[in-house]
């Protein structure tokens, strides 16, 4: 830059020369008029160095974008065209250029049209006529030097000048056996995500299960018990009666049967069967209703939907829960007795169950552990409230504990896959699921079912 600034210097002080000779043939008014133009010639002179340095500058800015450009161009694997609005190409890169076997020269220049296959070139015009401002597409060959390439998926996409108005179009395609094989990638990769998925499911339903075994033998084996205690006695009871009758069909005396009857206590016996034989049967029935609650675990699309008794349902996932996890804390229960939702009795009972556990899980460790449930109606709704006043769940966290695979437990404690599982089935349901803390600190999940009235 220094010869040319000296260059300059040395031009401006020839003018200033050639200006101060004729001033001496001037008179003094003329030398102040003179000097005021030497003044602005400096200003536009200086002006003009300022101009020119930042035009330097933005020269060497543009020079750079371009190069930019032109190495993401080049970078692109996909074969790139521009062309006019006559279809004569402008630019192409370089995939383009080993794609067709030709220099760039012979390229620029030529119809885009001209360089299809034969059989293409109808369909090639109706392309690259398209007057939409949407990106169009068709399937095409090239005649390169090697012969018809392969198909291509070809997207045609309208370029514009800076004033908005159409100034050709870009071209880019990619080989469809490459998307081809691109997409059957995919689409195994969600198949084994599908099976995945479908595999953990299950794999979860089993881990309820199991957490439910503890609660169901417990719950069994007490009318079991209840009812086996009562067989012996009854079994007991037959072998006197048998033998008091024994004796009275022998024709023994009137002194010796009354003699066995106070012996064998036949009195209290027969006082004692009728209770015997109701309690008996509540064991019976009590076995038959957890059985009927075990059939209801069933996650089948075709069981047809019904009124559920939501007071019944919570107090069943009461029971289990707390048998499975032998839980120490006071669970509290406010329900509705005539609330009705509609839905699957069993699928409301998982859900509940894995609610309830839940809340157990996160109140172990307080001072004073405490698990609410409320029901009750709310329009159109049933509602069920499940809350623990346990650590809580941070608000950075409450909008993915229903996401698969996502738990705070420890690990080996959970999969993750229980909220998001009931997340589900309630959605079927036509319900919503939700998580917030009430102000007495904790988590609360509210549950929202379709309100049965019948």
């Known amino acids: ?100 076997g030709h220099d760039e020269q012979e390229l620029v220049g030529s119809s885009l049209i001209d360089l299809f296959v034969a059989e293409d070139r109808a369909e090639a015009k109706t392309l690259c006529a398209a007057a939409t401002r949407e990106t169009t597409s068709g399937e095409l060959r090239f005649r390169t030097s090697d012969g018809p390439s392969d198909l291509m998926a070809i997207n045609r996409s309208p370029l514009f000048d800076a004033a908005g108005r159409r100034a050709g179009a870009v071209f880019t395609g990619r080989p469809i056996g490459e998307l081809r094989r691109a997409y059957e990638a995919l689409h195994l990769a969600h198949v084994e995500l599908k099976q995945a998925q479908s595999r953990l499911i299950e794999q979860e339903k089993m881990a309820s299960l199991g957490r439910l075994v503890a609660g169901v033998a417990h719950e069994l084996n007490n009318p079991i018990s209840f009812v086996y205690g009562n067989i012996h006695t009854l079994d007991r009871y037959r072998k006197a009666l048998a033998r008091y009758l024994a004796a009275i069909h022998s024709g023994v005396a009137v002194k010796e049967r009354e003699k066995l009857r106070r012996a064998e206590d036949i009195d209290a016996v027969i006082a004692d069967l009728e209770p015997l034989i109701e309690g008996t049967l509540e064991g019976a029935v009590r076995i038959s209703d957890i059985v009927k609650n075990l059939r209801r675990l069933s996650f089948g699309a075709k069981t047809p939907r019904e009124p559920v008794a939501l007071a019944k349902v919570v107090e069943t996932a009461t029971q289990w829960a707390a048998r499975s996890k032998k839980a120490k804390a006071r669970i509290v229960t406010r329900l509705e007795p005539d609330l009705l939702a509609c839905g699957h009795s069993g699928q409301i009972h998982s859900v509940l169950v894995n609610l309830i556990d839940n809340a157990l899980d996160a109140v172990r460790d307080a001072p004073a552990p405490l698990v609410e449930i409320v029901t009750h109606a709310e329009g159109s709704s049933a509602v069920v409230e499940v809350i623990d006043n346990g650590k809580g769940v941070p608000d950075a966290l409450r909008s993915r504990v229903f996401e698969p695979f996502f738990t705070t437990k420890t690990v080996g404690e959970g999969t993750g896959l229980g909220l998001w599982i009931s997340y589900s089935i309630v959605h079927e349901h036509g319900g919503s699921i939700e998580i917030d803390a009430p102000p007495s600190g904790g988590a609360r999940f509210t549950l929202r079912l379709p309100r049965a009235t019948d």
């Open 1 to 100: 830059m220094t010869k040319p600034e000296t260059t300059r210097d040395g031009a401006r002080g020839d003018l200033i020369a050639r200006v101060a000779g004729a001033d001496i043939a001037l008179s003094e008014g003329s030398e102040q008029v003179w000097l005021e133009v030497i003044r602005k010639m400096d200003e536009v002179y200086a002006d003009l160095i300022v101009y020119e340095s930042d035009l330097e500058k933005k020269n060497g800015e543009l020079e750079e974008a371009q190069t930019f450009i032109q190495s993401v161009i080049a970078s692109v694997s996909d074969v790139l065209v521009v062309c006019d609005e006559s279809g004569a190409i402008l630019q192409i890169n370089p995939a383009f250029r080993e794609l067709m």
